[in-house]
């Protein structure tokens, strides 16, 4: 499991270098990333009555954190889908990506994102389950942006991004509630007694439900989807049918084990799945494009999978599981199907598809495929989608009225899509010749004629599909549950509803011109998409202005804001420890020339007139710091004070020519006075903030690396354990801090001579014949968004 989760991040590594010499065929070693996914497949075949493989890597067990893997019948069943689609994107991706295209990018993003959800539904440790969820987050924003260049693609990455993070932070609020109450980070080992007990329940189950609905696009959250259907057809295919939109509908199938028992995790689920469903498929019967029609179509099938599996019962945990295997295979041979479309035809558009004319005869495996997998999507025999239709109205029908009616609607509308959909290879050809359209190459048709045919076998062989959604009984707890999967059942209340349900769906698509006048004149003004908007430009608003009224002021009253704060905090530290004002006579009289060296200092950089002279000055306090130290019996840091500022000289000295004269401020003698009072009070305030920190709020902790340096770093010099070891990541960061100065001092010194210009850009050449001036403001014009 372990190499199933890492393989795919270092062949991307691989990829990216590959990528210039390899060109398209760099697919082939990504296709290499997914073997040991599907390599899962051994030991799901022992699923369900094996016991569940573990693997574990040690990690700060004193904190509970291992890297803890967990193969169960559901999770393995997951793993091996991630591994089939994306197996096929990447083959797909070969022949359907042009020779232009970004391969650097593009395959790597799509194996990190791979290994991302490989590891999200591997993962027992919830530390580490929340950080594959925001690794999916991230690269599907990188894999949806891919297209950078066009504003939809960046309008659609960000979208996502944002709704993502937002469900993230509800993930790691519900992680940090459930590792408290539960007793223990890994999942599979949570007291499932102690959680239900705990006050923290409620907010833990509120904050999962958030996570589940931004992720897998349930109202109003689904906005998000459609826009990301800017990605290319492979990646399109690769998140919207097996992978990250169901990453929410794999939590609320495992966390619906912790939270099922409370009403309110089926009260909120089921009601907002069913409004998805609804919803999603209403929106999809506007759509004249092919991909937004099956984005909304896949908002509404993932509705359908969330009131499943949030009923939390044996019922709907099985019927789920096997549509969830029917959604993965149909869905995804239906965008490669669109894909091949706009290939070959060079658009997406259903009335100009149906304008082109007689595609079935042109794209004759293109359109098997087309029909098997929309008749699937459409709950028809004999096809795999029929048979978990049946199980989901069974379970609708066992929990209301409501319930059935919403899902018998949904149903309706999601055959009249279905149907619009097909619509494009039913019009006969054109009578004036068009653009010659061709069937694809196989390398295009292949992989969905693969999943078509996995829609037919579930449908004509019930009993594999069966199989495979019983490996995951075990796991999901459904193992008592008697029912089977089958074509026929007989004249039950299930099968009449599907009758029903075809009757209806035909009369609404052969009505599509007063439905369609009907859903225009029911449009609302205000949708998802509009109140994102809105919210967003107010933000924007609301940022603006408070930083035209923070950072807007001058840098005088800028400081002023400041040095007020810091004396406030001093006094805050008076008024904490009064006892304060005793230590100040327990400083060794060594801190009185110091301290008389670093007023100097200071007052002299207030009094200078020239920069040179301020920048010399400015030196004695850095000096006077470095003797503090010394004088505190800290030399590795006076050292280290006196590199920083010599270093902090020379950067100095090296920005002079881009920087304005010293000038006098214009102040009167009252802002003069208040001026050097607040100064005042703020040394004042910060030297006693740091003596009551240090002496009287906390105990002191350096005798804790006195006694625990050798013992616990190996190391007799305490000081140098302790920036090791016990503050290792700090000196990491230290270092970047470092480097960051380092490569800053470098690009000052790259600048170039003074009175000679920057080193130009190509972009830049068009610029010179109209002047500097008329340069530098078309520079801001594009740095404001005037070029993409």
Known sequence: MSLAVIFPFLLAAVCA?????LGRHTGWLAVLAFVPALALGLPLAGM???????????????????????????????????????TLASVYSVTYLSAGEKFGRFYPYLLLFGGSMLGLVLSDNLPLLFMFWEMTSV??????????TRPAARDGAVKAFLISALGGLGLLAAVAMLSIAGGTTTLSQLNLDAVRASPLFVPALLCTVLAAVTKSAQLPFHLWLPTAMEAPTPISAFLHSATMVKAGVVLVAKFGLIFGSSALWSGLLVPLGLATLFWGSWLALRQTDLKALLAYSTVSQLGLLMSLYGLASDEGRFAGTAHLLNHAAFKAALFFVVGIVDHETGTREIPQLRALGGLR???????LVA???????????????FVSKELFYEAMLHHGPGFILVAVAGSVLTFAYCWRLLSIFFTPAAPQPGPAVHEAPAGLYLPPLLLAGAAVLFGLLPQSAEW????????????????????????????????????????????????????????????????????????????SQLITHTQGLALPDQLRAMLLVVGALGGYAVWRSPQVFHSIGQL????????????????????SRNRLTAVVVTG????????????????????????????????????????????????????????????????????????????????????????????????????????????GFDTLGEILVVGMVALAVVSLVQLGRPGQAPGKRPDDLELDATGPAAARQRRVRRGRGGRA
């Not at 005869?361 to 359109?367: D, I, K, Q």
């Not at 950067?651 to 100064?679: H, I």
């Open 17 to 21: 270098l590959a990528a210039r010499p």
């Open 468 to 543: 495979l959604t019983r490996t995951a009984a075990s796991a999901l707890r459904f193992t008592a549950y008697g029912e089977h999967l089958a074509l026929w059942h007989g004249v039950n209340a299930a099968l009449l509803l599907s009758l029903l349900t075809w009757a209806l769906g035909s009369l609404v698509a052969a009505q599509a011109g007063r439905v369609s006048a009907l859903q225009a004149a029911l449009t609302p003004r205000w949708n998802a998409n509009t109140a994102y908007y809105a919210l967003s430009d107010g933000l924007r608003a609301l940022a």
């Open 48 to 86: 369900p009555g094996a016991t569940p493989v573990t693997e574990v890597t040690p990690w700060v067990a004193e904190l509970d954190l291992h890297l803890r893997l967990r193969g169960d019948g559901f999770s393995l069943l997951f793993a091996v889908l991630i591994g089939l689609i994306g």
């Open 620 to 727: 004695l306090t850095g000096f006077g710091t470095a003797a503090a130290f010394l004088a505190f019996r800290a030399p590795d840091l006076a050292l280290t004070q006196l590199l920083v500022e010599a270093v902090t000289v020379i950067l100095f000295l090296l920005a002079f020519r881009y920087l304005p004269g010293v000038r006098d401020l214009p102040r009167t003698r009252g802002r003069l006075l208040l001026d050097g009072l607040l100064a005042g009070a703020a040394g004042l305030g910060a030297t006693l903030l740091t003596l009551s920190s240090l002496r009287f709020l906390a105990p002191p902790i350096s005798p804790y690396y006195v006694v625990n340096s050798y013992e616990g770093g190996g190391g007799k010099n305490a000081v140098n354990v302790l920036l090791v070891d016990f503050r």
């Open 588 to 607: 060794p009289l060594v801190t009185v020339p110091i301290s008389v060296l670093l007023v100097a200092g200071a007052v002299g950089v207030v009094l």
């Open 371 to 385: 029909v098997v997998a929309t008749l699937s999507m459409a709950g028809l025999p004999p096809l795999g989608g």
């Open 139 to 148: 690269t599907s924003f990188l894999l949806i942006g891919l297209w950078h």
């Open 361 to 367: 005869r042109a794209l004759p495996v293109t359109f």
